[in-house]
């Protein structure tokens, strides 16, 4: 273990976290006591600082928000430099930008400075966790878990698993689905703060026989999640149907492999038929809305009113590269409008929430992550709401927090992200 990533600091800013989806917690002036990374207090200055050791360091940035660092639901580690890949839907956005891509991540150099790229995208822009589907590689994965574990990430990550409708190199064989995922388990999974989660890129991908070697392994492993892809796209869901006559529908190809469940991960969720609803709600598997990609790649609108009715865990994801950025407050800016043109209300509340605590909770981590509750790991970020011209413009009359929160989620980016803690340890961004 590596006591020098665990550090004892105490920070002095003005603080935003959650406790749950309607309280939010604003503390002007405050100090967050970190012990050995993990949150010891947090509270008003004269409160806090009579408890302070009289060693310990201070660092002071007052006037600016500290948040508990942000959360990404869903994220491709190796599509960084196809993000922003002109005018395709999804299925042949795939096969002109995506596979040619990941074919690269064959090569260990060119995975390790990708993901080293990544990894530090993800930082600047104020993430501190992910949910990461890497290639299928499984060199590459373990050297994404590397990094990960260098840096002190939390993180969750499987190799992508596909063995059919994607070119030969980039299919597994299918008899080493099992073995291969195994074994990534062993060494990762729990090792500090690493997690391993099955990851089937999704149904029209992978023959049935490898999804079941996946359902195969939830059940040797019934704490390791899966995350993939459901229901983005109109041809997509035509393709599952046809391809799985026996189905019900979409999910239920998943949830015959026993792929649902707390902690697993649907990313986007945009053609659900009712029961599809019902049954995520009844198993809790989460929801990762994607609102830059679902755009992007014109995919549709997520329904985030049935999402709420059916009280499904939701987190927002930047599916970079089908998102077109690793903000996620652009993320967030974005999750607006598409609630917008359908009428629903989506507030800065909503959207913080979101990725913080409600993203921690939709990935089953919240036990460690997602505020600065007592003990939990103090993985946070510092934001300067006025660190463009226009948003000092914009909030120079604005002292209500609710309308500084809406600014920064709509106007904000990574330029608003002064420093990045993990485990009170201040990492170089
Ligand atoms: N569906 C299957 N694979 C992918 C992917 O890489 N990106 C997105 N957005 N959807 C997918
Ligand atoms: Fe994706």
């Not at 590689?137 to 994607?166: C, Q, S, V, W, Y």
């Not at 679902?294 to 609108?301: A, M, P, Y």
């Given at each position: 273990m590596n006591m020098t990533k665990k550090v004892s600091i105490a920070i002095k800013a003005d603080f935003i976290h959650f406790l749950n989806e309607d309280e939010m917690v604003f503390i002007p002036k405050g100090i967050l006591w970190v012990e050995e990374g993990k949150v010891k207090m947090i509270g008003e200055e004269e409160k806090v600082s009579s408890f302070l050791p009289k060693e310990i360091i201070t660092k002071d940035y007052s006037g600016k928000l500290v948040f508990p660092g942000f959360i990404d639901g869903h994220v491709h580690a190796a599509q960084t430099q196809a993000i922003a890949s002109y005018g395709k839907r999804l299925l042949d956005w795939l096969e002109t930008y995506i596979f040619p891509l990941e074919e690269k991540f064959e090569n260990n150099d060119f995975a390790r400075h990708s993901v080293r790229f990544f990894f530090a995208q993800l930082?600047?822009?104020?993430?501190?966790?992910?949910?990461?589907?890497?290639?299928?590689?499984?060199?590459?994965?373990?050297?994404?878990?590397?990094?990960?574990?260098?840096?002190?990430?939390?993180?969750?990550?499987?190799?992508?698993?596909?063995?059919?409708?994607?070119?030969?190199?980039?299919?597994?064989?299918?008899?080493?689905?099992?073995?291969?995922?195994?074994?990534?388990?062993?060494?990762?999974?729990?090792?500090?703060?690493?997690?391993?989660?099955?990851?089937?890129r999704f149904a029209i991908t992978s023959s049935e026989e490898q999804l079941q070697a996946i359902g195969d392994l939830k059940k040797t492993y019934p704490k390791i999640a899966v995350q993939t892809h459901l229901s983005e796209n109109n041809h997509e869901v035509g393709n599952v149907k046809?391809?799985?006559?026996?189905?019900?529908?979409?999910?239920?190809?998943?949830?015959?492999?026993?792929?649902?469940?707390?902690?697993?991960?649907?990313?986007?969720?945009?053609?659900?038929?009712?029961?599809?609803?019902?049954?995520?709600?009844?198993?809790?598997?989460?929801?990762?809305?994607?609102?830059?990609?679902?755009?992007?790649?014109?995919?549709?609108?997520?329904?985030?009113?049935?999402?709420?009715?059916?009280?499904?865990?939701?987190?927002?994801?930047?599916?970079?590269?089908?998102?077109?950025?690793?903000?996620?407050?652009?993320?967030?800016?974005?999750?607006?409008?598409?609630?917008?043109?359908?009428d629903i209300e989506f507030t800065a509340r909503n959207a913080f929430y979101l990725i913080t605590l409600g993203g921690a909770k939709a990935l089953n981590q919240d036990v460690f992550i997602g505020n600065f509750e007592v003990g939990k790991e103090a993985d946070f970020i510092v934001v300067d709401t006025m660190a463009t011209e226009l948003m000092q413009e914009r909030l120079r009359d604005s002292h209500n927090i609710d309308e500084i929160l809406f600014v920064l989620m709509m106007l904000g980016d990574d330029r608003n992200i002064k420093s990045v803690y993990l485990q009170g340890n201040k990492v170089e961004i």
């Open positions: 930082l600047r822009n104020g993430t501190t966790t992910a949910a990461i589907f890497p290639s299928r590689h499984p060199e590459a994965t373990a050297i994404l878990f590397e990094e990960a574990l260098r840096l002190n990430m939390r993180i969750l990550a499987g190799k992508t698993n596909m063995d059919r409708n994607a070119p030969v190199s980039l299919r597994d064989k299918t008899e080493l689905t099992y073995s291969e995922n195994n074994q990534l388990i062993e060494k990762y999974h729990n090792s500090e703060r690493l997690n391993y989660i099955l990851t089937p046809k391809m799985f006559p026996k189905s019900k529908s979409y999910l239920d190809v998943y949830d015959s492999y026993g792929y649902l469940g707390k902690g697993s991960l649907m990313a986007h969720a945009i053609f659900l038929e009712d029961d599809e609803w019902k049954r995520l709600a009844k198993t809790q598997t989460s929801i990762v809305h994607c609102p830059t990609s679902n755009l992007f790649l014109g995919s549709g609108l997520f329904d985030l009113q049935k999402c709420r009715k059916y009280k499904i865990p939701l987190a927002l994801g930047s599916d970079v590269g089908a998102g077109n950025s690793f903000s996620m407050l652009r993320t967030a800016s974005e999750a607006y409008k598409v609630a917008a043109v359908q």
